[in-house]
């Protein structure tokens, strides 16, 4: 049964990708899993077959290449299927178009007893949803603050709290600095980022605001959709404070336990911003063990970097000194003042319509 994006996106079962490894790389439905029909040396030979050959015998030499493969593909989908508690026999399954590869699986899979439903227009289909999705306006707070005062920290307590928070910085796997990738897993490709924005997106409603952290375009080598980005300048701030000596103390803490060499690269990579004699105190700091001497040093560029980003945006911006409560404290204290001063954060097309 071919269903719409929406459709197959809340249907039951788990999802199947049955595109070659490399396609399901670059880029995949949030939580799909990979049941490649052909590999992708076979996806070429079958496309090079079509080319110089026909349909007729690409669809022949696709036959010759599967046939082995049939009852692991079935095997593999029952025990998956079986892994989601009271999904009984129902799986998603799609391809590029929702053409050839996924209908035929589909006919597989339903032969042995299951109940597979096909995503129309495949994956492309749901790359334009993923587009669509993160152009519809909704209301966003941004929260500022330089380095070091928490805000990834405050945003999970108001996440706990109840409120709409998006968080770039997890679903990147980067903290958007030099120093971003320590500790955390490999980035996605920018397309799986923006995949997954978009599945984040679409479950927030416009009735309340959505939390997203004052983050720059870039996190490492994930680019900010500019659907999105756009809206972001223009959210109006609330820009959170700590003293000097508790974001260095925070800080330490999150980078207490990293590979100093790694520490000592990531310095290095902001050499010609941070300027050569403070780059090396740093660096003689890290191999001294001393990492609040050089945090503290290397603090002097991200709050400078920070400082001129935010001047760009010319935007409301709100402070509140969180300096000695936690952060659950901290977001308990943002919703108060939001909610005691009727903080703006309304959709940039309404903004347009006042000031017009």
Known sequence: MPCSVDEFLYHSGPILDVRSPGEYAQGHLPGARSLPLFSDDERAQV???YKRQGREAAVELGLELVGPKLVSLVRQTK???????????????????G??????????????????????????AFRRWVRATLSEIKPIISLGGMTGTGKTQV??????????????????????????????????TNEQFENRVAMAWSRFTSQQPIWIEAESRRI??????????????????VQIMRSPEERIALLADEYGEADPAELIAATERIRKRLG??????????????????????????????????????????????????????????LRQMVHDTAYEAVPISDRVSKAG
């Not at 025990?79 to 178009?97: K, L, M, Q, Y």
């Not at 996924?102 to 007893?113: I, K, M, R, Y």
Request: proline letters at 5%.
């Open 220 to 237: 490492g080598s994930c680019r900010v959709p500019d659907e999105l980005f756009q809206p972001m300048l223009q959210a109006s701030v």
């Open 276 to 333: 050569g004699l403070r780059t090396q105190q740093a660096i003689d700091a890290i191999h001294q063990g001393d990492l609040s001497t050089a945090i503290a040093l290397v603090l002097s560029y991200y709050d400078r970097t920070y400082r001129y980003d935010l001047d760009q945006r010319h935007v409301p911006v709100k402070e509140i000194d969180v300096t000695g409560i936690d952060p659950e404290q901290a977001a308990v204290r």
């Open 79 to 97: 025990a998956w299927s079986t892994d989601e508690a009271g999904v009984g026999n129902s799986v998603r399954v799609h391809c590029w178009r």
């Open 99 to 124: 053409g050839m590869r996924s209908s035929s699986v589909a006919w597989l899979l339903e032969t042995a007893g299951l109940s597979p439903v096909v995503l129309e227009g495949g994956y492309k």
């Open 155 to 188: 945003l999970s307590a108001l996440a706990a709290q109840g409120e709409q928070v998006l968080d770039l910085e997890g679903l990147a796997h980067h903290r958007g600095s030099s120093y971003g990738s320590l500790g955390l897993p490999p980035q996605p």
């Open 47 to 49: 496309g090079t077959c």
